[in-house]
């Protein structure tokens, strides 16, 4: 089974702070993905990875950086937090090479910024 | 624009059957996906169609129209742990995922 996990569950920060927000899976998938989800809003892309060092702007990427050094592990940052990036963030997986392939989650982090 | 459309919420009873629909707009199609997510939780991968018609998997079946820009997910003999939000998912031409807000379904006894 593919498994995305997360480094955090929840997370509190202060208005200001550099956020990072870890994800790691474990079956060699070349691409890696990180959302928001607000209530009432489809998953927004904010970020997305094809390969290790390479990174891909999505939808809403303003305000936030990403960092990709090992295929395995995709990381996102919010360099200065606002109170408009409280949300539940998702991070996914997929196996890449050309495939059309089904996305693998993790567990979420919901992060409220104060 | 790129678009996909679904209800909010929805309520069925249990043991019952419910559609749910999905239409959408998009610059080109590469297949569209079915996830359901329970509240609080990862979404969990459902179906994938990439041609027209019916898919059948136990009781989740997923049906697709390319020409109407259409998709049902069809769930049968409703139980309590079905209620969740149901999310659809249209990959475009450059093989990126659309999102639709997803659908609530509650389920009551």
């Known amino acids: 089974d593919v498994k995305v996990t997360q480094s955090s569950r929840y997370l509190v920060k202060r208005t200001g702070e550099k956020v990072f927000l870890e994800c790691v899976q474990d079956m060699d998938h070349e691409n890696m993905f990180w959302y928001r989800q607000d209530p009432g809003l489809g998953l927004r892309l904010i970020y997305f990875s094809y390969d290790v060092k390479m990174k891909e702007k999505g939808d809403i990427p303003e305000g936030y950086s990403v960092s990709r050094e090992k295929k395995e592990r995709f990381s996102l940052i919010l360099e200065s937090a606002s109170t408009n990036q409280t949300s539940m963030y998702l991070c996914a997986s997929s196996l890449g090479q050309g495939a059309v392939d089904e996305q693998y989650f993790g567990p979420g982090t919901r992060l409220t910024v104060t | 624009g790129q678009n996909i459309d679904q209800p909010t919420e929805m309520t069925a009873t249990e043991g019952a059957i419910v559609q749910i629909n999905c239409t959408y707009q998009t610059s080109g199609f590469n297949g ?22 019916l898919e059948e998997k136990g009781r989740f079946s997923s049906f697709l129209s390319r020409s109407k820009g259409y998709s049902y997910l069809l769930l049968k003999e409703l139980q309590m742990k079905d209620s969740a939000s149901y999310l659809c998912a249209v990959m475009d031409s450059n093989y990126q995922l659309i999102w639709g807000a997803g659908t609530k379904l509650i389920i009551k006894p």
Not at chain 2, 45 to 50: A, I, M, Q, T, W
């Open chain 2, 32 to 53: 569209l996906f079915w996830y359901q997510q329970h509240a609080g939780e990862a979404p969990t991968f459902l179906s994938y169609n990439v041609l027209d018609g």
